[in-house]
Nanobody, 123 residues
């Protein structure tokens, strides 16, 4: 599975962005999808995940209520809608695919990773 993230950019605090992750390759398989982020000097951290069915979602406490993860099967795309952005949301955002059985927030459980897209939130 190949993953390509896009949609990052520079936005003012309080603004919104929508990230997209296009999957190609073995997209017929059932993958949970996740978004992670990494700021300079910090470890990669979980942001959100959605089950292959779309019926279950997980969010980091820091983004709950502001971010929404969704997926469009027809377009093989997963989205991360980010509202009320804060400067501390600035990071490189990565999408990932997990072929496991249980929706998880653990990075090591994800099998495939895309290149990141930079999100910068100015104060």
């Amino acid at each position: 599975v190949q993953l390509q993230a896009s949609g990052g950019g520079l936005v003012q605090a309080g603004g919104s962005l929508r990230l997209s992750c296009l999957a190609s390759g073995r997209t017929s398989s059932r993958y949970d999808m996740g978004w992670f982020r990494q700021a300079p000097g910090k470890e990669r951290e979980f942001v959100a995940a959605i089950s292959w069915s779309g019926g279950n979602t997980l969010y980091a406490d820091s983004v709950k209520g502001r971010f929404t993860i969704s997926r469009d099967y027809a377009k093989n795309t997963v989205y991360l809608r980010m509202n009320s952005l804060k400067p501390e949301d600035s990071a490189v955002y990565y999408c990932a695919a997990d072929g496991g059985m249980v929706l998880t927030r653990i990075p090591k459980a994800f099998d495939y990773w895309g290149r990141g897209t930079q999100v910068t939130v100015s104060s």
